[in-house]
């Protein structure tokens, strides 16, 4: 038996050449064997995020210079601007002794330029308005109640934008605020305005509710307050919507994704504190006898829906530093209407009044349960379309760019700047004069 020489050898090539028949090549050397598809795709993938980085570096760059400056600006603005309303306020107490009616306008005046250059952040940074619905600029002197969703402390400074040009709505306004508002640099000049902060949690829910019906009554139309900002929901969207889901499966109501079920609470001492309801005759309720003949009590309640591109809320944060591209935030206004005629046009309209809104906590917690759920239509709706639906009677919704004068954002910032420099010389000047 001849026996087979080993593949590579000299032998092996002999008795190849012998037969004929060309030899096999030898097998490559481990350390030459060419790299596998995924190694070599793994490799090319690093160099092109290595590359993206590279390209993308100057941009980051810039980014985080203009969060820089941007932040310094807001620094030096809030130095200026709070204390200097503080000094004014303090200065005009006199006025108000003697005019409590003016003192609270002229003060709601600067409070109204503080929201705007708060809003103004926002606006340079991209982060514009567009509205939705009906156009409550045609109310902005009637009393009203907003009912807004809450995804992220940017809902408040989006409202102190869009409500800018509304007239003096922004002036006699009241927020109902998370009480964590209220250790903000903005927490003085809202303490000051007649802002309240309620505190959140079943411990403390009776007793906020006490303090918020008692601050209505002191607070509300003595300092001629005009609208109320209410966010029903008791708190974000991404902290609530779990607790909501999991309440909504238990007592067989609607499944919500885009809001939460809405606490009953706020919106039932609201109602009965400020709705001016007749009863033989006279108007009652919690503050109907400082009411005046012009005055018909609180009139209105505007369902206001706040929608941001891809479900994104911003942060206040984001809205400071202006760190996130320039994205539209779109707001949606809805008045209650109980029903539509379609006879004639333009559309005749007839508006659920607001004193119909059911005060009982059963008859109220169904009510404002049905207006989060219609939110929650419309959200849904907006994030698949990109658009809010029609109103009734109307083949497509209409949208308005919402939009800040440029030039009255430079005449409250120049202002704020002016008045810290003078009030900076006034105390220098008695210091001076005392040491």
């Known amino acids: 038996m001849t026996a087979t020489p080993r593949p590579g050898t000299p032998a092996a090539a002999a008795q190849h050449r012998a037969s004929g028949r060309r030899p096999p090549a030898p097998p490559a050397p481990a350390l030459h064997r060419p790299p596998s598809a995924p190694a070599e795709k793994d490799r090319m993938n690093s160099n092109l995020r290595m590359a993206v980085t590279l390209e993308e570096a100057p941009w980051l760059g810039w980014i985080l210079v203009k969060a820089l400056m941007r932040f310094a600006f807001m620094v030096a603005n809030n130095l200026v601007a709070i204390p200097s309303y503080i000094c004014y306020v303090i200065v005009l107490q006199p006025l108000r002794m003697l005019n409590s009616k003016r003192f609270w306008y002229i003060e709601g005046i600067m409070y109204k330029w503080l929201l705007g250059m708060v809003a103004s952040w926002g606006w340079y940074a991209g982060y514009t308005v567009m509205e939705w619905g009906e156009d409550i600029k045609a109310i902005s002197k009637d009393e009203a109640v907003m009912l807004v969703n809450h995804q992220a402390t940017g809902d408040v400074c989006t409202l102190m934008m869009c409500l800018q040009d509304k007239g003096l709505v922004v002036a006699q306004m009241m927020w109902l605020m998370d009480h964590i508002f209220k250790y903000t640099n903005f927490g003085i000049v809202s303490l000051i305005h007649g ?241």
């Not at 039932?268 to 919690?286: C, D, F």
């Not at 760190?323 to 004639?344: D, F, G, Q, S």
């Open 195 to 435: 802002d309240f902060f309620i505190r959140q949690g079943k411990s403390h829910r009776d007793q906020q509710l006490l303090l918020l019906k008692k601050h209505l009554e002191n607070n509300y139309r003595s300092r001629d307050r005009k609208w109320i900002v209410l966010f029903p929901e008791g708190g974000f969207l991404r902290k609530r919507r779990e607790t909501s889901q999991a309440f909504a499966k238990k007592n067989n109501l609607p499944f919500l994704t885009h809001v939460t079920l809405p606490r009953i609470g706020a919106t039932k001492i609201i109602l009965s504190a400020l709705v001016a309801r007749q009863e033989n005759g006279s108007p009652v309720g919690g503050d109907a006898k400082e009411l005046d003949s012009k005055s018909e009590g609180l009139q209105w309640i505007i369902d206001t829906t706040i929608a941001y591109p891809k479900a994104e809320p911003i942060d206040i944060q984001t809205w400071i530093l202006g760190y996130r591209k320039p994205a539209v935030t779109h707001v949606h206004y809805r008045l209650m209407v109980r029903k539509v005629i379609l006879e004639a046009h333009p559309i005749e309209r007839k508006i659920f009044p607001v004193k119909d809104v059911p005060l009982e906590t059963d008859d109220l917690a169904d009510w404002l349960y049905q207006r989060f759920i219609e939110k929650e239509d419309l959200l849904s709706h907006f994030y698949e379309t990109g658009a809010f639906p029609p109103p009734n009677g109307r083949k497509e919704a209409v949208s308005r760019d919402m939009t800040l004068s440029n030039m009255w954002i430079f005449l409250i910032q120049s202002f704020a700047f002016l008045s810290g420099y003078m009030w900076y010389n006034i105390f220098r000047y008695f210091y001076h004069c005392l040491f």
